[in-house]
Nanobody, 128 residues
Framework: QVQLVESGGGLVQAGGSLRLSCAASGLTFNNYRMGWFRQAPGKGREFVAA????????LNANSVKGRFTISRDNAKNTVYLQMNSLKSEDTGAYYC?????????????????????WGQGTQVTVSS
């Protein structure tokens, strides 16, 4: 019943911007940390960014710091990834994921195994 649906991918030129969205259903959205991962052809899944349940704290991969921003709108059950200054190295399939891990405090993970639910991905291609 849980469903995560990514959208917003496409073809962009290097230096351009793109905003990805992930709409969640079938879960209590406020109870889940959310993350974004990406996967280039022939490579493993790579952590991009994560956000706390309230949206008050974020965690970003070093490769995207200063360029990408993760955010969420709990009223819309949606998490976003704003991508600026895109590089050819950013090309890949982007996946959103939901982490139901209980914690009494702030908790975010870079480990894909931590996440319980995954979307099917949206393709981002950056031309050079």
């Amino acid at each position: 019943q849980v469903q995560l649906v990514e959208s917003g991918g496409g073809l962009v030129q290097a230096g351009g911007s793109l905003r990805l969205s992930c709409a969640a259903s079938g879960l209590t959205f406020n109870n889940y940390r959310m993350g974004w991962f990406r996967q280039a052809p022939g490579k493993g899944r790579e952590f991009v960014a994560a956000i706390t349940r309230s949206g008050g704290d974020t965690l970003n991969a070093n490769s995207v710091k200063g360029r990408f921003t993760i955010s969420r709108d709990n009223a819309k059950n949606t998490v976003y990834l704003q991508m600026n200054s895109l590089k050819s190295e950013d090309t890949g399939a982007y996946y959103c994921a939901a982490d139901r891990t209980y914690s009494s405090g702030t908790y975010l993970s870079r480990n894909a195994a931590t996440y319980d639910y995954w979307g099917q991905g949206t393709q981002v291609t950056v031309s050079s």
